[in-house]
């Protein structure tokens, strides 16, 4: 009679897999409009540098520019399809200045101000 039960409980659980893996995976798929990962660049400085890295999930455009302390561009780029945005500004050569960098993304305008002297 145990032996039966058991047959049977075996029996029951291989139909029970059987049909869970016929329907799909046990857990869906996770809907990418649910969470939402927003992250602000990272400034590190080096002497007369400046490290940058930004997480990009979107991997939407990101614009890079650098000013002085007029108001005048200095530097600019745009970045595309890039999941981990990193660039090193390098201002050892630079007159001596208030430089800003600017990092603009879907989420967002962020500055770093850097005194070169």
Known sequence: MKAIV???LVAA???GSTVGLANGPAIAEVDKKIITLEMDP???KRGDKILM???NVSQEKVSLKVYDSLGRLVYKETLDGKL???KAFNF???????YTIVVSDKN???RKTIAVK
């Open 6 to 8: 058991k047959i049977m």
């Open 13 to 15: 659980f291989l139909l």
């Open 42 to 44: 990272v400034f590190v």
């Open 53 to 55: 890295n930004l997480l």
């Open 84 to 86: 981990v945005v990193e």
């Open 92 to 98: 050892e050569k630079a007159y001596e200045d208030q």
């Open 108 to 110: 967002g305008t962020y």
